[in-house]
Antibody, heavy 116, light 106 residues
Framework: EVQLVQSGAEVKKPGESLKISCKISVYTFTNDWIGWVRQMPGKGLEWMAIIYPRNSDIRYSPSFQGQVTVSVDKSTNTAYLQWSSLKASDSAMYYC?????????WGQGTTVTVSS | DIQMTQSPSSLSASVGDRVTITCRASQGISDYLAWYQQKPGKVPKLLIYSVSTLQSGVPSRFSGSGSGTHFALTISSLQPEDVATYYCQKYDSAPCTFGQGTKLDI
């Protein structure tokens, strides 16, 4: 069974950096795209970026380009979403999910709270 | 970038009703369209991809239709467990934008 297991909830202050993770099964890591989706409190789904772990091909939404960085670690089959300087407006639930042609397997989500 | 617009934004219907949610793309996206269901407090779930292909395990009362720029998700006979927010998503090319969502109540 394919599973995407995300890191736990984070509470950070504005200006701090953060890297959240998404652990992926080996088969999926080498054969599928992994996407990141944001959901702000009470709001809809926002597609952020997608990465192909096999060759680290990355596509960003213009809304998130330059605001976040997506990466993978092939040695641990893990995808990452990171911020260099958080803002209060980054407070949201973040999901990783498998696939490009439809996101068919989702992680459980990571809640990020940014507050002074 | 291509925008995805869903209508209505919210909808209230009765058990057994036939419900249709529409999704319009600002430019043609061929058949690169998916639908998701998100129940309150839960992770989104893929219902349909390639406009009309039902994901494994999804009840047959769900169906998708359309092409080019106009698409629809139909629930043939609404059930209580269908209370959720539904999203369309294009994936012809990045960014793979979601619609703003349609909240369905009973």
């Amino acid at each position: 069974e394919v599973q995407l297991v995300q890191s736990g909830a984070e509470v950070k202050k504005p200006g701090e950096s953060l890297k959240i993770s998404c652990k992926i099964s080996v088969y999926t890591f080498t054969n599928d795209w992994i996407g990141w989706v944001r959901q702000m409190p009470g709001k809809g789904l926002e597609w952020m970026a997608i990465i192909y772990p096999r060759n680290s091909d990355i596509r960003y939404s213009p809304s998130f380009q330059g605001q976040v960085t997506v990466s993978v670690d092939k040695s641990t089959n893990t995808a990452y979403l990171q911020w260099s300087s958080l803002k209060a407006s980054d407070s949201a639930m973040y999901y990783c999910a498998r696939g490009y042609h439809g996101l068919d397997v989702w992680g459980q989500g990571t809640t990020v709270t940014v507050s002074s | 970038d291509i925008q995805m617009t869903q209508s209505p934004s919210s909808l209230s219907a009765s058990v057994g009703d036939r419900v249709t949610i529409t999704c319009r793309a600002s430019q043609g996206i061929s058949d690169y369209l998916a639908w998701y269901q998100q129940k309150p407090g839960k992770v989104p779930k893929l219902l349909i991809y390639s406009v009309s292909t039902l994901q494994s395990g999804v009840p047959s009362r769900f169906s998708g239709s359309g092409s080019g720029t106009h698409f629809a998700l139909t629930i043939s006979s609404l059930q209580p467990e269908d209370v959720a927010t539904y999203y369309c998503q294009k994936y012809d090319s990045a960014p793979c934008t979601f619609g703003q969502g349609t909240k369905l109540d009973i």
